[in-house]
């Protein structure tokens, strides 16, 4: 089997625009087609929190201007106890909070420049409106365009982004994990200036259990609730809501089509983060397309290999928490610690 030259990569999102940047690094043809007409400044450019955890070692660093804000590591609250989570000193990783549009179009820049060839403004339907590629790319997102999702493995959330809000947790990103709901709500600070945030809550689809005659909840009815018991105040200057594939979605290759981001690896499970996953799927893949046996199982292992990639069953466990009486402060303790490990970080109790 030969190893593939030329590459069809569709969608411009983080993972598709990393992937072009690596394989055009590696001496890929690349080709990038994105629907909207500008690369981040579209109505998807920020659909996520735009929390990131900075490593060298993913070979991408955001520049100072698409930062909005570093900050020193994230505060959990559960079950009225507190739990702060901080990077390894010994990796030098930084937290930060994205400015995601931005975050975008720097890293469409990079990929320009080592030779990929982005095309805007070009909705792609089927494989045959991408010519003669060797190998298609499906980085189109949730849904994906040529697989349908488990959605048994899918979150859903809302996000409200919020001027001067009267809570802003300047040094921290901010979890409140949920004690009715397999799922957290987090406050990330983003402009010190304007005190502007992104306030947001997401949950597991298959883990909501109502109790009878309960009124149906969604997530925005949820925060909405939420803001008014906690006296939020500010103006919404833009909300965000939809559905956000958690863990690997299989397949992950059909035929010569490889599902990276979120229509591949998705977002973490524990965290709902998904830029940090899909820069390193995006890395992999040089390698694995130039192997001469390019099987799922070969694609996977290498995912799998680093530390925040590996599968965590925090589906299997959601549908034993429904059943089993086992108290959130114990449960959450423990995804508390998984949490740390996959951040590269080290969790400490502090109430």
Known sequence: MSAPRRIAIVGGGVAGLASAYWLSKHGFKVKLYERHREIGFNPDGVRCGEAHFVRAEEGITPPKNVISKTVKGILLRTCSKKYIVLPKKELNGTMVVLHKPKFLRFLAEIAEREGAEIITGRKIRRKQDLGDADFILDAS????????????????????????????????????????????????????????????????????????????????KFLE?????????????????????????????????????????????????GILRALHNAKVLPAFLSLEKRTERAYFRMLAAEPAMKPFRLFSLAHIFRFIPIPRNLTYAVIFRATARRLYSEIRRIE
């Open 141 to 220: 997102g949730c849904p994906p365009l040529f697989k349908p999702l488990n959605r048994k493995r899918l979150g859903i959330t809302y996000q409200e982004t919020i001027e001067n809000c009267n809570i802003y947790p300047k040094d921290f990103l901010e979890q409140h994990w949920l004690q009715h709901e397999m799922g957290y709500l987090w406050i990330f600070p983003k402009d010190d200036r304007t005190r502007t945030v992104n306030l947001g809550v997401g949950w597991l689809l298959n883990t909501k259990k109502r109790r009878r005659n309960a009124p149906k909840m969604t997530p925005k």
């Open 225 to 273: 609730r939420w803001k008014r018991e906690k006296g939020v105040e500010g103006e919404i200057v833009r909300s965000t809501a939809g559905l956000v594939p958690l863990g690997y979605q299989r397949p992950l290759i059909a035929e010569n089509i490889v599902f990276v981001g979120d229509a591949g690896i998705g977002a973490d499970e524990l965290t709902g983060g």
